[in-house]
């Protein structure tokens, strides 16, 4: 073989393979774009929340075909705590206060192919909320103005979420029209055994003995308030609301019997607690959906 001959071998050699590592570079470059390019793109997506409490509109006044309005949570809540579970798996968890910039709304990205349950609790405890084993807890277990949010869907679906937040406290309100007298140092409300905890499957859990201190001026006329977790349906307590004086001596004692409970209503009793006065019933209504006044 001459030398001609033999370079023309060589040369046609070294083209075959160049030719050859351009198909296989070809092919990877349409595999690139192709596939991993388009899964890159649909495999997540972001997803807007924003949160707003439930609002009952008052009885004489619900006009709305849907019966509530919608409101801003920092009137509310000054905290928001979001949960979001890919099953039983944690994937998220926000906590915001209503100082931040942006408060009661979120942005996250999630996968597609899965479906998420986002869970959400408004209040205004001391200190954010936790999420543990489907129960929601607050620091020191104090219960405060809380309303929760829980909702299963699909990124793929739904990008968007408008939380609609519904109160899971029921009110007992205490409206005290005369004086405190020289003496009293503090006064309590008894609830008895009341739940502390909010199970994710909407009841309350962890009921415990509640007792709710106040400090009184002498000489004003306090309305004592306190919130208790409940469910959709009514139930009845009994109330004790004491005064002592500094040595811990019972001043006054009254025991409200059947107090209705429920998750969204509001009980108030307003009398003279410090001299007696016969009891009777009148109505009224507020921005809750109140159950009866008790004037007593």
């Not at 990124?155 to 003496?183: Q, Y």
């Not at 009398?271 to 109505?283: K, L, R, S």
Request: hydrophobic share 40%; charged share 25%.
């Amino acid at each position: 073989m001459n030398e001609r001959k033999t370079l023309a071998i060589v040369n046609g050699g070294v083209n075959s393979i160049k030719a050859l590592l351009l198909v296989v570079i070809a092919a990877m470059t349409a595999c690139t774009n192709d596939g991993a390019g388009e899964v890159l793109n649909n495999e997540t997506a972001e997803v807007r929340m924003t949160f707003w409490p439930y609002e009952v509109e008052p009885m004489t006044r619900a006009d709305d075909a849907d019966g509530f309005t919608r409101a801003a949570v920092a009137d509310y809540a000054t905290r928001l705590d979001v949960w979001i579970y890919d099953g039983d798996t944690e994937v998220h968890a926000v906590h915001q206060q209503s100082t931040d910039e942006g408060f009661a709304s979120l942005s996250v990205r999630l996968e597609k192919s899965k479906t998420y349950t986002v869970y959400a609790c408004a209040h205004k405890a001391g200190g954010a909320a936790t999420l543990s084993n489907g129960v929601v807890s607050w620091p020191d277990d104090k219960v405060t103005h809380s309303f929760f949010y829980s909702q299963t869907f699909s990124p793929a679906t739904t990008t968007t979420l408008s939380c609609l937040m519904e109160r899971i406290v029921g009110n007992f309100r205490l409206e005290i029209t005369d004086k405190v007298p020289e003496g009293v140092a503090r006064m309590t409300v008894d609830l008895g055994d009341s739940p502390t905890r909010w199970d994710v499957g909407w009841f309350g859990v962890n009921a415990v003995s509640r007792v709710s201190s106040f400090t009184p001026t002498v000489g004003s006329s306090p309305t004592l308030s306190v919130f208790l977790l409940a469910g959709s349906e009514e139930e009845k307590r009994d109330v004790t609301v004491t005064a002592y004086d500094a040595d811990d001596a019972v001043v006054q004692q009254r025991v409200f019997e059947d107090v209705p409970i429920r998750a969204g209503y509001r009980s108030t009793y307003r009398g003279a607690f410090f001299t007696d006065a016969d009891e009777v019933m009148t109505f009224t209504v507020s921005d809750w959906m109140d159950y009866e006044t008790v004037d007593f």
